[in-house]
């Protein structure tokens, strides 16, 4: 019945900017986190950054620090990411989750997940 959406996917040059969108219909627990993670080509996937079901509280992981930031709009039932000057690196992947701790941002403990967006970042 839940199901979370992602958007806003696509290539971007170095250094360009882009904003995702994560879309969620149907009943998700109150007080869940939801999270943005990324899997590369080759790579695990990892946690790029949580947020707190009221939107006060956020983790970022520090490879993206200060060039990504997470947002929420619980009215409209979405989450954000927004990033800026990408690089090469982060070519991945981009999922959006639901989980119940949004300082633990790992992917093992999420229990619902997007289907992904591709951002692709050329060099």
């Known amino acids: 019945e839940v199901q979370l959406v992602e958007s806003g996917g696509g290539l971007v040059q170095t250094g360009g900017s882009l904003r995702l969108s994560c879309a969620v219909s149907?009943?998700?627990?109150?007080?869940?986190?939801m999270g943005w993670f990324r899997q590369a080509p080759g790579k695990e996937r990892e946690g790029v950054a949580c947020?707190?079901?009221?939107?006060?509280?956020?983790y970022v992981a520090d490879s993206v620090k200060g060039r990504f930031t997470i947002s929420s709009n619980n009215v409209k039932k979405a989450v954000y990411l927004q990033i800026h000057s990408l690089k090469s690196e982060d070519t991945a992947v981009y999922y959006c989750?639901?989980?119940?701790?949004?300082?633990?941002?790992?992917?093992?403990?999420?229990?619902?997940w997007g289907q992904g967006t591709l951002v692709t970042v050329s060099s």
């Open positions: 989750a639901a989980g119940p701790y949004y300082y633990h941002c790992v992917p093992d403990v999420q229990e619902i």
């Open positions: 149907g009943d998700v627990v109150d007080d869940y986190s």
């Open positions: 947020i707190s079901s009221s939107g006060a509280s956020t």
